[in-house]
């Protein structure tokens, strides 16, 4: 069935530090891909998503490319902040599906 | 631009009580999603309805029931609840017309509300 695995929290880093949070992913035909971002107490927020191969989803200085070659699509960030600490969850949906496939989330604090 | 509404925002409930969520999709959205999450974990999908008849059921216990209206809201129902129902319960929104609209390589985006946080006491 269609999965997403993705690297297990917490991760601590200094402010500025770059920063890799990877994830793969299991699914039949053409999957789309989703970084989400979850702060403390609130929803779920849409960072950034790629449709098919190669595409490269970007927002806020994150970055992922949808690599269908190691169905991957880690999530990357050259410089991080304090206010990137967060919870961030990969998640995927086919195109016949109709619901979300979720990572067990990564749980990212910057300190300063 | 409008974007998915939920309430209540925050629920407290007892033992063995019953609660009502409810959903207000994006306007025009025809797919509605429901999703649990318990503390630390990630969400969990537990149905979904499309066009007022159920789509696709997930881990949804027995005690919970759902439904879409005519003007595509949803609302969970949930009765005898337990402590273990203490979550963050997400809704999301989808327009089946945009995920026909392509082929492959087109999706069902999922647009989520703020969830309800619902504590059992």
């Known amino acids: 069935g269609d999965s997403v695995t993705q690297m297990e929290g917490p991760v601590t880093l200094s402010e500025e530090a770059f920063l890799t949070i990877n994830c793969t992913y299991t699914?039949?035909?053409?999957?789309?891909l989703f970084w989400y971002v979850q702060y403390p107490g609130e929803g779920l927020q849409l960072l950034l998503k790629a449709t098919k191969a190669d595409d490269k989803g970007s927002n806020k200085g994150f970055e992922a490319t949808y690599r269908k070659e190691t169905t991957s699509f880690h999530l990357e960030k050259g410089s991080v902040q304090v206010s990137d600490s967060a919870v961030y969850f990969c998640a995927l949906v086919t195109f016949a599906g109709n619901q979300f496939y979720f990572g067990t989330g990564t749980s990212l604090t910057v300190i300063p | 631009a409008a974007g998915v509404i939920q309430s209540p925002r925050h629920l407290i409930k007892e033992k063995r009580e019953t609660a009502t969520l409810k959903c207000y999709p994006i306007p025009r959205h025809d797919t509605v999603y429901w999703y649990q999450q318990g503390p630390g974990q990630d969400p969990q999908f537990l149905i979904s309805f499309y066009e007022k008849m159920q789509s696709d059921k997930g881990s949804i216990p027995d005690r919970f029931s759902a439904q879409q209206f005519s003007d595509y809201h949803s609302e969970l129902n949930m009765s005898s609840l337990e402590l273990g129902d203490s979550a963050l319960y997400f809704c999301?929104?989808?327009?089946?017309?945009?995920?026909?609209?392509?082929?492959?390589?087109?999706?069902?985006?999922?647009?989520f509300g703020p969830g309800t946080r619902l504590t059992v006491l």
């Open positions: 699914a039949t035909g053409y999957p789309s």
């Open positions: 999301a929104s989808s327009s089946s017309v945009w995920a026909l609209a392509g082929g492959p390589g087109a999706y069902n985006e999922q647009f």
